[in-house]
Each structure stands twice: as structure tokens, then as C-alpha cells.
């Protein structure tokens, strides 16, 4: 059995059922709700694949509420709509920050410099709005101080919601970890993510230029 976890691009960029993946798994408390407010998750397949999930669930317990359900379809109402935003302005802040004198990479699909560009471009509809990147020469504090300095972006380690979220893994996600531990999962201190939600995407630029530029 093939299972891919497709939350980060949605069905909207992605249709592995239609590739012949058997399983596909969403964290619906992301793009799929689209506002930050339920916790949910999906698994999608063939009927008599899913049949025995459906019982285990059911025994088990874990059934999700009824006015999350309400919440998730209420999201998925406008899921088009909200992935071309998610889309343009994640390309659109991954371009401005490789541009960046004070940013040294930035990881995106939708870069060409991104090692699966090519596989991303023939598959997906669009990139997404997970942008990472790295402050050049930074080291933790001079990091947590860009992040600080934005004022648009929430400071929060999610993403898929209408509000761009920006963190600092190293002290958020991953702040249980050791120092060894994280450069074993390639998280070095200067690295920054950042959940593009569907601002105006000049107005997004225009903060983190101006958060680079006071941190300097």
C-alpha cells in the first residue's frame, strides 16, 4: 500500500488518488478548514480500504465533533479560492526573499533552484504558501529579532489558515530538542518558516523587507 500525506499541497495542487496512490492523508486542521479554529484530520481511498479505518476509528473513539465537521465543510466551501491566494503569494515572498541580500537561501517548490522544481512544476497546480528560509550570517537571537520585527505575520508554528504565521523552529518546533539532534534534522538556528495566508502580498513584502532592515 502506497500512503502519501498530501496537507501541505491539498487537493487543489495534488490528486495522488488519481496516480494510483491508495491512501491520501490531510491534517484538515490546515488548508482544508483554512481558518485556524479546529483541530481535524482525513484520510481519503477506495471504499473497501477505508471501510476497516472507518471501523477501527469508530471503535476506537476518535470521531471528530460535529460542529468541527460543520467548521471543516464551511472551509472547504472555499478551498479554491484560498489555495490561489496561498499560491501567489508564497511564490511571490519566496522570489522577493531570494532576492534578499540578507537572506542566504530560501526553500520553495516554486523556485528554480529548488532541487524537485521539475517534479513539482509537472505534478501540482500551484507551489503553496510554506515558505523557508535562512537570515545570512545570523545566529538565534539575530534570527528571533527579524521574526520580532514583523508586524502582519503571527508568530505561531502552523499554517494553511487565512493569516500568514511565521516561526522560528529552532526555538519553537524543535525547542525540545538538542543542538545535536537538530542539525541531525538539518534545523540550524537561522532558519525561518514562514505560512503565506492570502494578504495582499505587496503589503507581506513590504513587512519582511522592513523586519530584515530593522534586525540588520
Not at 468541527?68 to 478551498?79: D, I, Q
Not at 510554506?130 to 538565534?140: G, H, M, P, Q, R
Not at 520580532?148 to 505561531?156: H, L, S, T, W, Y
Amino acid at each position: 500500500l502506497t500512503l502519501i500525506d498530501a496537507t501541505l499541497c491539498t487537493p487543489y495542487n495534488v490528486r495522488p488518488l488519481e496516480a494510483g496512490v491508495d491512501f491520501v492523508l490531510h491534517s484538515a486542521t490546515k488548508y482544508l478548514g483554512g481558518h485556524n479554529d479546529l483541530l481535524a484530520g482525513a484520510v481519503t481511498g477506495a471504499a473497501d480500504l477505508l471501510d476497516p479505518v472507518r471501523n477501527l476509528r469508530g471503535i476506537m473513539g476518535g470521531v471528530n465533533s460535529p460542529h468541527n465537521a460543520y467548521l471543516l465543510e464551511r472551509g472547504l466551501k472555499t478551498l479554491a479560492l484560498r489555495m490561489e491566494r496561498h499560491n501567489a503569494n508564497g511564490q511571490a515572498v519566496a522570489e522577493f526573499l531570494a532576492s534578499h541580500p540578507r537572506v542566504d537561501r530560501v526553500l520553495y517548490p516554486g523556485l528554480a533552484d529548488h532541487p524537485f522544481h521539475e517534479v513539482a512544476r509537472r505534478t501540482m497546480r500551484g507551489f503553496g504558501g510554506l515558505v523557508t528560509f535562512f537570515i545570512k550570517d545570523a545566529d538565534w537571537r539575530q534570527t528571533a529579532a527579524v521574526i520580532d520585527a514583523v508586524q502582519i505575520p503571527r508568530i505561531g508554528p502552523s499554517l494553511g489558515g487565512v493569516e500568514s504565521l511565521i516561526e522560528q523552529p529552532m526555538v519553537m518546533s524543535y525547542w525540545n530538542y538538542s543542538p545535536d539532534e537538530r542539525a541531525a534534522f538539518r534545523i540550524p538556528d537561522n532558519m525561518v518558516r514562514m505560512a503565506c495566508g492570502i494578504e495582499d502580498a505587496d503589503d507581506l513584502i513590504a513587512d519582511l523587507a522592513q523586519a530584515l532592515e530593522a534586525a540588520e
